[in-house]
């Protein structure tokens, strides 16, 4: 079975600190991802990840940074976490680009940022 | 980005009642998939309708491709309280170059 695996379910950090959320994956997957999930807004992408040390921005990469070092690990920075950070952030890899492409997740994390 | 609207928003049915929920895009898709996300998890696949017209059925559950291909749906029969969760569309890298998903439809089925 696939496996993505995020470091921590939950997460409580304070205004200013510097937050790392990391994510591997097990099935030598090409593509991955970070979504921060909120009510009402669905899956908004952060930011992807198409190859080792290879990124794109996606929709709101405002106040965020990414890093991917190896194929399998990619993280998600806050260089200076806010309230406004408050979410349920997402991670999800894929294996290639095909209509039947699927994304497998992780079990997120739930950060909070007081 | 592409904008996917899925209606409705919530829904909070009783077990036993039947449903149906929407996925609308403006654009066409070569292909949709949908997710369920249940509380506490991430999203995990259900399906993926790859041709205009298309109806594919799982179970209870019966998922339609729109002839565009602009917009699709997932009717739901004789809902159960494990159909609760989160339902998601989403086109498998869209026609841009990412991987985006929906509003998404919060079910809950009481028992």
């Known amino acids: 079975d696939v496996k993505v695996t995020q470091s921590s379910r939950y997460l409580v950090k304070r205004t200013g600190e510097k937050v790392f959320l990391e994510c591997v994956q097990d099935?030598?997957?090409?593509?991955m991802f970070w979504y921060r999930q909120d009510p009402g807004l669905g899956l908004r992408l952060i930011y992807f990840?198409?190859?080792?040390?290879?990124?794109e921005k996606g929709d709101i990469p405002e106040g965020y940074s990414v890093s991917r070092e190896k194929k399998e690990r990619f993280s998600l920075i806050l260089e200076s976490a806010s309230t406004n950070q408050t979410s349920m952030y997402l991670c999800?890899?894929?294996?290639?680009?095909?209509?039947?492409?699927?994304?497998?997740f992780g079990q997120g994390t739930r950060l909070t940022v007081v | 980005t592409q904008l996917l609207e899925q209606s409705p928003q919530f829904l909070s049915i009783q077990e036993g009642e039947n449903l149906t929920v929407y996925c609308n895009s403006s654009?066409?898709?070569?292909?949709l998939q949908w997710y369920r996300q249940e509380p506490g998890e991430g999203p995990v696949l259900l399906v993926t309708?790859?041709?205009g017209g298309e109806v594919k059925k799982l179970k209870r559950l019966t998922f339609q491709f729109g002839d565009a291909r602009k917009d699709s749906s997932l009717h739901i029969t004789a809902a159960q309280p494990g159909d609760t969760g989160l339902y998601l569309c989403?086109?498998?890298w869209g026609t841009g170059n990412q991987f985006y998903f929906g509003t998404g439809t919060s079910l809950t089925v009481i028992p």
């Open positions: 309708v790859v041709t």
């Open positions: 999800a890899s894929s294996p290639d680009r095909g209509p039947y492409t699927e994304a497998f």
């Open positions: 989403a086109p498998p």
């Open positions: 099935m030598d997957h090409e593509n």
């Open positions: 990840s198409y190859d080792v040390k290879m990124k």
């Open positions: 654009s066409v898709f070569s292909s």
